[in-house]
């Protein structure tokens, strides 16, 4: 321990994050100025992780909420050779590896990308839950910790309370998050917006609280030695700090706590940039140097540290060695792979609801992959991942040995939570609720598509045929604006997100399939709450459905066709009805295309897409959805027949009458289009 030295690293920090944000003149300087401390005595005596192997399965992680408070970690990561002087000069600028708010970048030490508030630290429990997961499976010896940081505007984010919720249910001991508690916003103070007592909030949820001077290098000494060896709760560490810690006026007087500090540079304040890197024992000429007994201090940290990390994996070899079915294992679910599946043997009563298909399948794969978490926002029963539940046990405080979460009523945090576990790593991810209830989740499915996590999502009542829970329950726009996602490239130039309405029983699991082998990025499943009939296939239909992952194909084909008509998901089987009466009564060729993904569908060679859809014909859609869903398409000189409007409560088979979604009316709007052409 050496005081001095502790105080230079503290303020070296301070001064890195006050020069970075003034060179780009955009960032927070204030709340990275009062979080230095915390970060300082956390990364050089607390936590651990192998410098020289960055991406090691059992290192400590750091979840960042205040994604704002971005200079903090590159400062401090720059102390621990993680990023270049020029990276940290470069701060905010294109095509620099230090963006504005944190993105995932594990080999320089960047866990999440943070994303609104209130995201990072719920990402951070569920990395915590996938930690106990594993531990329950492999051993005790899988105990690195999860450390979040938060401040004022994640404690205020709602998910706060679901994360706080479950992460206290589940007695997540491993789970050591630090409040940031300067009382400043961005543009009020806090008492301005709350008067609530946040340390007995997290009390009632059933963590460990402890406030101390977040200064104070002692005091965060021992409430991280205290949290380490905590092993019932989560604890959570509010630290009293100062925004803008260190600022001084031009004349030298303390200019600190002020709200102005927290999102501008500080020299567009009442502090001056010069005479605050001076206080803070920086050279303003050169603002971008690591103190030279600082230097010192972290080029031998990072020896000590490799060391340690050394001893920890001679630890892990040994336990190998001694268990070598376990360890194959082990290996096997951090790879990512899946075992081998065979979803040909699933079997399927006929004219099931999409989602209990998908509830057979998820029975199967209790069974088949040990290393799944499957979450519902309790609605199991109704989302039919219980089919998954009933081959296994939830989740419970002290007993991580079942693979099902019981989210509660909280599809925001069930769905970041699953991030989480994603960006853990050894375990799949899966989350379900119905599909209006989607809109609750869209933020952290973002992150999903941005972080490219191979999250699963499960979505069931796909349509206005929820029926008589009305217009609130019954989603029209949801595809539609998950559908956004499939036509937008993340940052690997890939298609963001898979996107997956399937017809029948068969191209459920052909769904599953192609939902489980994306491991690149998030998947979505939209199932029916009502029975369809089972396409016609002449032979195996799953042999048939397999060519779903084109993302399209013919389900019905006939030579020169006068008319082709396309959707996804149950309005399939209302076009093969509506075929039925054109060709009987009207003598026409009909085909119908089946597409699962459009997305996906265009991706294809266009051969093969002119195959399915060819542009030379009439084209017509049918969607329970906005026409939107099909337009791209069917193009301009096809026919869409949707909703343009929310639904009403009714019975569904009243519903799809209303609306015209039965085989006749369909077969009536065809006819009309054709006269058209």
């Given at each position: 321990?050496n005081?001095?030295?502790?105080?230079?690293?503290?303020?070296?920090?301070?001064?890195l994050?006050?020069a970075?944000v003034?060179?780009?003149n955009?960032g927070?300087?204030?709340?990275?100025m009062?979080?230095?401390?915390f970060?300082?005595?956390?990364?050089?005596e607390?936590f651990?992780?192998d410098?020289?192997?960055?991406?090691w399965p059992f290192r400590?992680?750091?979840?960042?909420?205040?994604?704002?408070?971005?200079?903090?970690?590159y400062a401090?990561y720059?102390?621990?050779?993680?990023?270049?002087?020029?990276d940290?000069?470069?701060?905010?600028?294109?095509?620099?590896?230090?963006p504005?708010h944190?993105e995932?970048?594990?080999?320089r030490?960047?866990?999440?990308?943070?994303?609104?508030?209130?995201?990072g630290?719920?990402?951070?429990?569920?990395?915590?839950?996938a930690?106990?997961?594993l531990?329950?499976?492999?051993?005790?010896?899988?105990n690195?910790?999860v450390?979040?940081?938060?401040?004022?505007?994640?404690?205020?984010e709602?998910?706060?309370?679901?994360?706080?919720?479950?992460a206290?249910?589940l007695?997540?001991s491993?789970?050591?998050?630090?409040f940031d508690?300067?009382d400043?916003?961005l543009?009020?103070?806090?008492?301005?917006?709350?008067?609530?007592d946040?340390?007995m909030?997290?009390?009632?949820?059933g963590?460990?609280?402890?406030?101390i001077?977040?200064?104070?290098?002692?005091a965060i000494?021992?409430?991280l030695?205290?949290?380490n060896?905590?092993?019932e709760k989560?604890?959570?560490?509010?630290?009293?700090?100062i925004m803008?810690?260190?600022?001084?006026?031009s004349?030298?007087?303390?200019?600190e706590g002020?709200?102005?500090l927290h999102g501008?540079p500080?020299?567009?304040?009442?502090?001056?940039?010069?005479k605050?890197?001076?206080n803070?024992?920086a050279?303003?000429?050169?603002p971008?140097?690591i103190?030279?007994?600082?230097?010192?201090?972290y080029?031998?940290?990072?020896?000590?540290?490799?060391?340690?990390a050394?001893?920890?994996?001679?630890?892990?070899a040994?336990?190998?060695?001694?268990?070598?079915?376990?360890?194959?294992?082990?290996?096997?679910?951090?790879?990512?792979?899946l075992?081998?599946?065979?979803?040909?043997?699933?079997?399927h009563?006929?004219?099931?609801?999409?989602?209990?298909?998908s509830s057979?399948?998820?029975?199967?794969?209790?069974e088949?992959?040990?290393?799944?978490?499957?979450s519902s926002?309790?609605?199991s029963?109704?989302?039919?991942?219980?089919?998954?539940?009933?081959?296994?046990?939830a989740l419970?405080?002290?007993?991580?040995?079942?693979?099902?979460?019981?989210?509660?009523?909280?599809?925001?945090?069930?769905?970041?939570?699953?991030?989480?576990?994603?960006?853990?790593g050894?375990?799949?991810?899966?989350?379900a609720?119905f599909?209006?209830?989607s809109d609750?989740?869209?933020?952290?499915?973002?992150?999903s598509?941005?972080q490219?996590?191979p999250?699963?999502?499960?979505?069931?009542?796909?349509a206005?045929?929820?029926g008589?829970?009305?217009?609130t329950?019954q989603?029209?726009?949801q595809e539609?604006?998950?559908?956004?996602?499939?036509?937008?490239?993340?940052?690997s130039?890939?298609?963001?997100?898979?996107?997956?309405?399937?017809?029948?029983s068969?191209?459920?699991?052909?769904?599953w399939?192609?939902?489980?082998?994306?491991?690149?990025?998030?998947?979505?499943?939209?199932?029916?709450?009502?029975?369809i009939?089972d396409?016609?296939?002449?032979?195996s239909?799953?042999?048939?459905?397999l060519?779903?992952?084109?993302?399209?194909?013919?389900?019905?084909?006939?030579?020169?066709?006068?008319?082709?008509?396309?959707?996804?998901?149950?309005?399939?089987?209302?076009?093969?009805a509506?075929?039925?009466?054109?060709?009987?009564?009207h003598?026409?060729?009909?085909s119908?295309a089946?597409?699962?993904s459009?997305?996906l569908?265009?991706?294809?060679?266009?051969?093969?897409?002119?195959?399915?859809?060819?542009?030379?014909?009439?084209?017509?859609?049918?969607?329970a959805?906005?026409?939107?869903?099909l337009?791209?398409l069917?193009?301009?000189?096809?026919?869409?027949?949707?909703?343009?409007?929310?639904?009403?409560?009714?019975?569904?088979?009243?519903?799809?009458?209303?609306?015209?979604f039965?085989g006749e009316?369909?077969?009536?709007e065809?006819?009309?289009?054709?006269?058209t052409k």
């Amino acid at each position: 321990m050496n005081k001095k030295l502790d105080q230079q690293a503290a303020d070296n920090i301070r001064a890195l994050a006050v020069a970075m944000v003034e060179k780009a003149n955009s960032g927070h300087p204030g709340g990275p100025m009062g979080g230095a401390d915390f970060m300082h005595i956390l990364y050089s005596e607390f936590f651990n992780y192998d410098p020289s192997d960055m991406e090691w399965p059992f290192r400590d992680r750091f979840f960042m909420d205040a994604g704002h408070l971005s200079t903090l970690m590159y400062a401090q990561y720059y102390l621990l050779g993680n990023y270049s002087k020029e990276d940290v000069s470069n701060f905010r600028q294109w095509g620099s590896i230090t963006p504005g708010h944190p993105e995932v970048d594990v080999k320089r030490g960047i866990e999440n990308t943070s994303g609104p508030l209130g995201q990072g630290h719920t990402m951070g429990v569920g990395a915590a839950i996938a930690t106990k997961f594993l531990a329950a499976r492999f051993g005790d010896w899988i105990n690195h910790k999860v450390y979040g940081f938060i401040s004022d505007g994640g404690i205020q984010e709602e998910i706060s309370q679901g994360a706080g919720r479950i992460a206290g249910h589940l007695g997540l001991s491993n789970f050591i998050m630090f409040f940031d508690s300067n009382d400043i916003q961005l543009s009020t103070s806090t008492d301005e917006v709350t008067t609530e007592d946040t340390a007995m909030k997290y009390e009632a949820w059933g963590w460990k609280v402890v406030t101390i001077d977040g200064h104070d290098h002692d005091a965060i000494r021992k409430a991280l030695k205290d949290a380490n060896n905590e092993t019932e709760k989560p604890t959570l560490i509010i630290g009293k700090t100062i925004m803008g810690k260190g600022c001084v006026t031009s004349n030298g007087d303390m200019y600190e706590g002020h709200c102005e500090l927290h999102g501008k540079p500080i020299g567009a304040t009442g502090a001056d940039y010069h005479k605050t890197l001076e206080n803070l024992g920086a050279d303003a000429e050169k603002p971008f140097d690591i103190f030279s007994d600082v230097e010192a201090f972290y080029r031998d940290l990072i020896v000590e540290k490799t060391k340690q990390a050394a001893a920890k994996k001679a630890e892990i070899a040994a336990w190998k060695q001694d268990n070598t079915e376990l360890a194959d294992k082990l290996d096997f679910f951090l790879s990512g792979k899946l075992p081998e599946l065979d979803f040909a043997s699933i079997e399927h009563k006929a004219g099931l609801a999409t989602r209990a298909a998908s509830s057979n399948v998820l029975a199967y794969l209790a069974e088949n992959v040990e290393n799944m978490i499957v979450s519902s926002a309790d609605l199991s029963n109704s989302d039919k991942t219980d089919g998954f539940l009933k081959k296994t046990s939830a989740l419970q405080k002290g007993d991580f040995s079942g693979s099902f979460l019981q989210a509660g009523v909280a599809e925001l945090t069930m769905a970041c939570i699953a991030n989480g576990i994603a960006l853990h790593g050894g375990v799949i991810p899966v989350v379900a609720t119905f599909f209006v209830f989607s809109d609750y989740m869209k933020p952290a499915i973002r992150l999903s598509a941005i972080q490219e996590l191979p999250v699963k999502y499960v979505w069931t009542h796909d349509a206005f045929r929820v029926g008589e829970d009305g217009p609130t329950h019954q989603p029209i726009e949801q595809e539609a604006q998950i559908r956004l996602l499939e036509k937008m490239q993340n940052h690997s130039h890939k298609q963001s997100f898979l996107a997956l309405r399937p017809a029948d029983s068969a191209e459920t699991s052909v769904a599953w399939k192609m939902a489980l082998e994306n491991t690149d990025t998030p998947s979505g499943l939209i199932l029916s709450r009502q029975g369809i009939k089972d396409v016609p296939a002449e032979g195996s239909r799953y042999e048939a459905a397999l060519t779903a992952e084109k993302g399209g194909y013919l389900v019905k084909e006939v030579e020169n066709p006068d008319i082709v008509l396309v959707a996804n998901g149950s309005e399939v089987s209302t076009l093969i009805a509506a075929a039925e009466i054109l060709e009987a009564d009207h003598n026409l060729k009909v085909s119908i295309a089946s597409v699962i993904s459009e997305g996906l569908f265009k991706q294809q060679p266009k051969d093969y897409q002119n195959s399915v859809i060819p542009k030379n014909k009439p084209l017509f859609g049918l969607t329970a959805g906005l026409p939107v869903n099909l337009e791209g398409l069917v193009g301009d000189a096809g026919k869409v027949f949707g909703l343009e409007h929310f639904g009403y409560s009714a019975p569904a088979s009243v519903l799809d009458d209303k609306f015209g979604f039965t085989g006749e009316k369909v077969s009536k709007e065809v006819l009309a289009y054709l006269q058209t052409k």
